[in-house]
């Protein structure tokens, strides 16, 4: 072999070491590179959890010594902390709505204990007197809800607090009065209805089908408040 071929061979075999070196550093600078950079995403994605944490404590230990709340604090939480607060008045309107459930229950009973067949038109009685001559149905599309909706599951706390002690008094009076006749049931529960409405009239208090219809029924708070507690288990 001459010493031209010879120096060309060398050339060649030293343009593959040089690829093949090339090839090699650039691997191991790409494996060191997303190394490097599952590091620092795991790094941020810890120190994001514990300032979130710090942050979330921070509110909770401001929250349990207030019993106000004003509308700059919670400003500033959200621009400081990126917490953002919704507060509503659901825990009242649950506890009412249990309240009214329960209430609805007892009096269904005394009322069949009073005679009562037709509890639908018994319950149409109350509201009757209630709501200025409504009926459960006409409350229904008044609020314009959807089928099979619950009216005490759309109304807001002072509208289930009226309902309730119309369901109450109603009760009461059956039991008290021991009324034993369907026709005399519902009379009673017709101006139990129409003596708390004077009441609300005579107290300065709103009528009843002018309060406003919730935006979102308790059914549907309450699946949400499911959905989140079911987010923060998994």
Same mark, same amino acid.
């Given at each position: 072999?001459?010493?031209?071929?010879?120096?060309?061979?060398?050339?060649?075999?030293?343009?593959?070491?040089?690829?093949?070196?090339?090839?090699?550093?650039?691997?191991?600078?790409?494996?060191?590179?997303?190394?490097?950079?599952?590091?620092?995403?795991?790094?941020?994605?810890?120190?994001?959890?514990?300032?979130?944490?710090?942050?979330?404590?921070?509110?909770?230990?401001?929250?349990? =010594?207030?019993?106000?709340?004003?509308?700059?604090?919670? /400003?500033?939480?959200?621009?400081?902390?990126?917490?953002?607060?919704?507060?509503? =008045? =659901?825990?009242?309107?649950?506890?009412?709505? !249990?309240?009214?459930?329960?209430? !609805?229950?007892?009096?269904?009973?005394?009322?069949?204990?009073?005679?009562?067949? #037709?509890?639908?038109?018994?319950?149409?009685?109350?509201?009757?007197?209630?709501?200025?001559?409504?009926?459960?149905? #006409?409350?229904?599309?008044?609020?314009?809800?959807?089928?099979?909706?619950?009216? /005490?599951? =759309?109304?807001?706390?002072?509208?289930?607090?009226?309902?309730?002690?119309?369901?109450?008094?109603?009760?009461?009076?059956?039991?008290?009065?021991?009324?034993?006749?369907?026709?005399?049931? !519902?009379?009673?529960?017709?101006?139990?209805?129409?003596?708390?409405?004077?009441?609300?009239?005579?107290?300065?208090?709103?009528?009843?089908?002018?309060?406003?219809?919730?935006?979102?029924?308790?059914?549907?708070?309450?699946?949400?408040?499911?959905?989140?507690?079911?987010?923060?288990? #998994?």
């Amino acid at each position: 072999m001459t010493q031209y071929g010879e120096f060309k061979m060398f050339k060649k075999l030293h343009r593959q070491m040089t690829l093949f070196s090339t090839l090699i550093t650039s691997g191991i600078l790409i494996l060191m590179a997303a190394a490097s950079l599952v590091i620092f995403e795991r790094g941020l994605a810890r120190n994001s959890y514990e300032r979130f944490l710090n942050n979330g404590n921070s509110c909770v230990a401001y929250l349990e =010594n207030q019993t106000i709340l004003s509308h700059k604090w919670i /400003l500033e939480a959200k621009q400081e902390y990126g917490v953002e607060f919704r507060i509503l =008045n =659901n825990g009242k309107r649950l506890y009412r709505r !249990n309240q009214a459930r329960k209430g !609805n229950y007892n009096l269904n009973k005394t009322a069949v204990n009073s005679g009562v067949k #037709d509890l639908a038109r018994f319950h149409n009685a109350g509201y009757k007197g209630l709501y200025n001559g409504e009926t459960a149905d #006409d409350i229904f599309k008044r609020k314009k809800l959807r089928y099979r909706e619950d009216i /005490l599951d =759309n109304m807001g706390s002072e509208e289930l607090a009226d309902n309730i002690f119309r369901i109450a008094q109603t009760d009461a009076k059956l039991k008290r009065d021991k009324v034993d006749n369907e026709y005399t049931a !519902n009379s009673v529960h017709y101006e139990i209805g129409k003596i708390v409405r004077k009441a609300i009239k005579e107290a300065g208090g709103t009528m009843l089908e002018v309060l406003p219809t919730p935006k979102k029924s308790l059914k549907e708070l309450e699946k949400e408040k499911k959905d989140s507690n079911k987010l923060l288990q #998994d």
